[in-house]
């Protein structure tokens, strides 16, 4: 079965961005559909972002215009970009391919 890992969280000041990776090893990322998925301090998991296999893209109301899920299927990995962070936006994020099981997750800071 294959494997992934997420990367790319780190501490950033409010109106900054970050871009999030997530890798794949053993399998094409491209054969399932991925979902960006954070859980901030003391909450549930929320859904951020999903790719189909056919490269539709879907975004939760609160990342609508800032950010956004792409692909890069020669790289095997998924990408979520960023922009416009706010502190709410701190949380571990998670991605998510398929029926995979949960990663470690990247962790994103936004300091005001």
């Known amino acids: 079965q294959g494997q992934f890992v997420e990367s790319g969280g780190g501490l950033v000041k409010t109106g900054g961005s970050l871009t999030l990776s997530c890798v794949g090893s053993?399998?094409?990322?491209?054969?399932?559909?991925v979902g960006w998925y954070r859980r901030a301090p003391g909450q549930s998991r929320d859904w951020v972002a999903t790719?189909?296999?056919?490269?539709?893209?879907t975004y939760a109301n609160f990342a609508k215009g800032r950010f956004t899920i792409s692909s890069d299927n020669a790289k095997n990995t998924v990408y979520l970009q960023m922009n416009d962070l706010k502190p709410e936006d701190t949380a571990i994020y998670y991605c998510?391919?398929?029926?995979?099981?949960w990663g470690q997750g990247t962790q994103v800071t936004v300091s005001s």
């Open positions: 790719v189909t296999v056919g490269g539709t893209t």
């Open positions: 053993g399998t094409g990322l491209n054969d399932y559909g």
């Open positions: 998510k391919p398929g029926k995979m099981n």
